[in-house]
């Protein structure tokens, strides 16, 4: 399926999650992409918790956007 949820700042697509809501995870299975602001997360399984700062992503790659490549707003 398609699988898209947002959390606070961030917005996660897949093709299939669980949630595990006693430990607050998520898995994002199959073509997972995660955004906060300007910064992206690609991989095939994303694992993120929703009380912690710490994501497990395989394999993947992480896209930063610095505040020189960000478009200016006039």
Avoid: Q
Avoid at 26 to 38: E, N, P, Y
């Amino acid at each position: 399926g398609n699988v898209k949820m947002w959390h606070d700042d961030i917005v996660a697509t897949c093709k299939r999650a669980i949630y595990l809501s006693k430990e607050g995870e998520v898995h994002l299975i199959g073509d997972a992409i995660l955004k906060r602001d300007d910064d992206t997360l690609r991989g095939d399984e994303i694992t993120f918790w929703l009380d912690k700062e710490l994501m497990i992503c395989t394999p993947g790659y992480l896209e930063v956007m610095s505040d020189s490549e960000a478009p200016k707003l006039r």
